[in-house]
C-alpha cells in the first residue's frame, strides 16, 4: 500500500498555472476584445494537467483516492482565491461601481442579494471545476501515466 503524498506542491504548481493562465486571457480579453464564454475555463484545465503530470512523474503513479480528493477541493479553493482576488482588482483597476445595481434596495435587501450573488458565483465557478477537476485528476491521469511509463520504459530500453 502505498502512502499518501502531500500535494502542496501540486497545488502551488496548479495555482502557479492558473494564476499565469488567466492573466494571459485577461490580457486577450481585454485588450483584443475577445470574448469567451465558457462555463469553466481552459486555466483549470491547464493548471490540472500540468499538476497531476508531475504528481506522475514524481511519484510513478497516479493519485489515490485520498489525494484525488484532497487535489481536487484544494484545487476548487484555489481557483475561487484566485478568481475573487483578479475580480477585486479589476473592480479596482477599471473603477467598476456596483452601486446602481443596488440603487433601489434597503441595506437588508442588499445584502441579501450581494449574499446570492456570491453563493451563485460560487456555483458556476465550483461545480463545473469540480467535474473538469475530478476528470482530469483520474481519467487523464491514468491516461498521462500510460504515456510517461511507455517513454521511461523506452529511454531506459535505449540505454
Known amino acids: 500500500m502505498e502512502e499518501n503524498v502531500n500535494v502542496k506542491k501540486y497545488i502551488l504548481i496548479f495555482g502557479l498555472i492558473y ?13 483584443f476584445k475577445f470574448n469567451r464564454h465558457w462555463f469553466f475555463s481552459i ?10 503530470s508531475f504528481f506522475i512523474l514524481d511519484n510513478h503513479r497516479i493519485p489515490n483516492k485520498f489525494e484525488k480528493s484532497k487535489l481536487i477541493w484544494q ?3 484555489v481557483v475561487i482565491f484566485i478568481d ?13 461601481s456596483f452601486a446602481p445595481a443596488f440603487k433601489n434596495l434597503s441595506t437588508a435587501s ?27 485528476y483520474g481519467y ?3 491516461s498521462q501515466h500510460k504515456n510517461i511509463e511507455k517513454i521511461l520504459n523506452k529511454t531506459k530500453t535505449k540505454k
Open 19 to 31: 494564476f499565469i493562465a488567466s492573466l494571459i486571457f485577461i490580457y486577450i480579453e481585454t485588450y
Open 75 to 77: 484545487s476548487i479553493v
Open 110 to 136: 442588499t445584502a441579501l442579494a450581494s449574499f446570492i450573488i456570491i453563493i451563485v458565483a460560487l456555483l458556476v465557478i465550483g461545480i463545473p471545476a469540480y467535474i473538469a477537476l475530478f476528470l482530469i
Open 43 to 52: 486555466e483549470t484545465i491547464l493548471g490540472a494537467m500540468i499538476a497531476v
Open 84 to 96: 475573487m482576488l483578479i475580480g477585486i482588482v479589476q473592480v479596482f483597476y477599471f473603477n467598476i
Open 140 to 142: 487523464y491521469a491514468k
